[in-house]
Nanobody, 116 residues
Framework: VQLVESGGGLVQPGGSLRLSCATS????????MSWYRQAPGKERELVAQ????????NYADSVKGRFTISKDYAKKTVYLQMNSLKPEDTAVYYC??????????WGQGTQVTVSS
């Protein structure tokens, strides 16, 4: 299983970024996918989750209305569209999939920095 994130960078407050997580090694359509983030000195937290069919999503309260998670089944890629970014969104963002109770995988992470 491989998860490869991209799309991070430096953006001004109020700006937008779209993160991508390209996947391989498992049946993409069969599993929920998640985005987590970890800011310096803080624990990793769940940002957004999408179910296997793409019909149900969940978001952290701090990003509701600003972030959107989606799946492209043809590309086996999960996206996180981030709008109205705030300095407190600064973190390393990770893609995550749980295959079984003991098989779960993280991407390498992509840095998002929101600063003027």
């Amino acid at each position: 299983v491989q998860l490869v994130e991209s799309g991070g960078g430096l953006v001004q407050p109020g700006g937008s970024l779209r993160l991508s997580c390209a996947t391989s090694g498992f049946t993409f359509s069969s599993y929920a996918m998640s985005w987590y983030r970890q800011a310096p000195g803080k624990e990793r937290e769940l940002v957004a989750q999408i179910d296997s069919a793409g019909g149900s999503t969940n978001y952290a309260d701090s990003v509701k209305g600003r972030f959107t998670i989606s799946k492209d089944y043809a590309k086996k890629t999960v996206y996180l569209q981030m709008n109205s970014l705030k300095p407190e969104d600064t973190a390393v963002y990770y893609c995550y999939v749980k295959i079984t109770l003991v098989r779960h995988y993280w991407g390498q992470g992509t840095q998002v920095t929101v600063s003027s």
